[in-house]
Each structure stands twice: as structure tokens, then as C-alpha cells.
């Protein structure tokens, strides 16, 4: 799916109709274009299935050292990312994304994990579903069934708007395989 920007453009610029305004006035003229490139840029993800990313993003290395046992882990914490809530299209923000997985073989270059998380926030998304994406995705680039997801977000939907509660933060957690299962092993990543 390619993003449309000419019906971008002209549905802002109906919009500033709609509120009243004059979208022809100096200030808001070129606002139409803007607003087209930046949804453009923030919402990349959707031109893209989680197959499509997990083949963008498929950076692996072998590792000889795997066994069925094996317990090591690696977990990337931190990695910021937003994205825009579908039901309003308000912005998740101070979004936080942790990964975590148990090598079965190879490993994902670090950077990769990042990527994949951002380009799955880059969609119109809930916070439960960017963690399920960001897990399958892992998944597929990895070849392990055990990965983990926490997302700590906070939503504009909630925080400007509605109740107006500005220091409500939501977290989700996404649990695959072993992580499901395994409490011991959930507790080496908090």
C-alpha cells in the first residue's frame, strides 16, 4: 500500500475548512504539504507486512554455542519509539520498547532490533498489537519461539484529551514461548 499524500493534502486542507479557519492564509498554505510528508515519514510502517520488515531487517549471525538448554539471553532495553493510536489518531508518546529473546542458533544485530520496533510503531497501532508485530517479527528474522515485549507508553488520547490525565502510563507485555511459561526466566529481564 502506497500513502497517498495528494489525498493527504486535501483532506488537512478540508479539515482546516471544517474547523473554521482559512487554509489559504499565510500561516497555514503550505501546512496541507506538511502535514502529507510527515504522515509520509510517521507512517512508513504501514506500507510494509511484518514479513516484509523481518526480510528488510534480517541481519543474523550464526552461533555455534546453542543447545536446547540453553538459557542465555539477550535483551535490548529503551528503545524509544511513538506511534498513533487508530481510534483517535492521537500520538503514543514516551514510549519505551524492551526486547528480549533466547538465541536458538543465530542472533539479530542489535541495531536490527531497534529498527524493527520503530518500523512497527510506524502504523496506526494499538500498544498491544506493536508488541505482538515486534515479537512475530523477532521471531520470524530469529528462528526462536521465545521472545518477550514490554512497552511502557503514554497516550495523548488519555493524557490531552478525555479524562485528561497526564501522568497515566500503559504497560504491555507480550510474552512468546518459553517467556510464557517460565517465571524464573521473566524475572531475569525485570
Request: with cysteine; charged share 30%.
Amino acid at each position: 500500500m502506497a500513502i497517498d499524500k495528494e489525498l493527504i493534502k486535501e483532506s488537512v486542507r478540508n479539515i482546516l475548512i471544517a474547523l473554521g479557519d482559512n487554509p489559504d492564509r499565510p500561516g497555514l498554505k503550505e501546512t496541507p504539504d506538511r502535514v502529507a510528508r510527515m504522515y509520509e515519514e510517521v507512517f512508513e510502517g504501514m506500507n510494509y507486512s511484518n514479513q516484509q520488515i523481518a526480510d528488510m531487517f534480517n541481519k543474523t549471525f550464526d552461533e555455534d554455542y546453542y543447545d536446547e538448554n540453553n538459557q542465555d539471553l539477550v535483551v535490548v532495553k529503551d528503545i524509544e519509539v511513538f506511534s498513533y493510536c487508530e481510534h483517535h489518531l492521537a500520538l503514543m508518546y514516551d514510549m519505551k520498547v524492551t526486547v528480549a529473546y533466547i538465541p536458538k542458533g543465530k542472533v539479530i544485530g542489535l541495531s536490527k532490533i531497534a529498527r524493527i520496533a520503530d518500523m512497527a510503531a510506524k502504523r496506526l497501532q494499538l500498544q498491544e498489537r506493536i508488541g505482538n508485530d515486534i515479537a512475530e517479527i523477532i521471531q520470524l528474522v530469529t528462528g526462536s519461539d521465545d521472545v518477550a515485549v514490554f512497552i511502557e507508553a503514554s497516550h495523548s488520547c488519555m493524557t490531552a484529551r478525555g479524562i485528561k490525565n497526564a501522568g497515566a502510563r500503559t504497560q504491555t507485555q507480550t510474552l512468546r514461548g518459553r517467556f510464557k511459561t517460565d517465571r524464573d526466566l521473566l524475572e531475569r529481564i525485570m
